[in-house]
């Protein structure tokens, strides 16, 4: 495997981004992606530090709009399908493990789905808007960065409850140590670069994960692909506003 193939196929997993051909990928390559999803979401926020910069002269709250359009398309919108299962799960399912992975394998999106949905990007919006009138833009990729190492965590330190298919090769393959301290790395130098607004969204982000690990654990004993992504747009959310409170208070 070359050097590049964990992060390209990261990439592939992870974004909508155009990756060269990489042929057939097998469960412990998929594993071996693990490593590079913090520098995944790098890329990501760096992808929206340029279109904030670019669309500057737009009044604030337009320009946090284009940006949380952007992070929505860069993933496809993955996150949010899994946030939306996830909320319609948790509430239906009404506390009982196999009625919330019952309905989490329904394809459909009820109203709490869909509130959900509009919750976060609603909040996104808001917190973005107020980092581009704080002038903490750097503070975006920060909370990129945090939602794909928060990922990488969850895989590694929780059960991935679904037989099969691409979360169970990455909980079982996923290489521990390099993982780790690629998440610690890339995540200590996009705080370092954004100062204590930065901080701040480490922080958020690192309360939320734990609390969301805890919720998944009490409930059905683990994570899936659908709480996997749930937890990437919590932690997200909560990376912003804890990096917005803290830029809009210096």
């Given amino acids: 495997m070359t050097a590049l193939r964990p992060l390209l196929i990261a990439i592939t997993f992870l974004t909508r981004l155009p990756v060269p051909s990489l042929g057939r990928i097998d469960d412990e390559q998929t594993g071996a992606s693990l490593v590079a999803y913090p520098l995944v979401g790098a890329i990501i926020g760096t992808l929206l530090i340029l279109v904030a910069f670019a669309t500057s002269p737009l009044p604030a709250l337009l320009t946090a709009a284009l940006v949380v359009v952007l992070w929505a398309s860069l993933t496809g919108a993955l996150h949010l399908d899994g946030l939306a299962d996830t909320a319609d799960a948790w509430v239906g399912g009404l506390g009982q493990r196999e009625r919330t992975l019952e309905i989490m394998k329904d ?47 969850l895989f590694l330190t929780t059960p991935y409850v679904r037989p099969g298919g691409i979360g169970e090769a990455l909980s079982h393959f996923g290489p521990p140590g390099a993982s780790l301290g690629s998440a610690a790395v890339v995540t200590a130098l996009a705080a370092l670069l954004t100062g204590w607004a930065g901080l701040a969204a480490v922080a958020a982000g690192a309360v939320t994960l734990v609390l969301a690990q805890h919720a998944m654990s009490r409930r059905i004993g683990g994570t899936t692909g659908d709480t996997a992504g749930a937890t990437v747009e919590l932690t997200e959310t909560a990376a912003l506003l804890g990096a917005a409170a803290v830029a809009a208070s210096l």
């Fill in 107 to 153: 394809p459909s999106c009820g109203p709490i789905g869909v509130t959900a949905i509009i919750a976060v990007l609603l909040l996104k919006v808001a917190a973005v808007a107020a980092l581009l009138d704080a002038g903490s833009v750097l503070a975006i990729a920060t909370a990129a960065v945090v939602g794909r190492a928060g990922l990488t965590l």
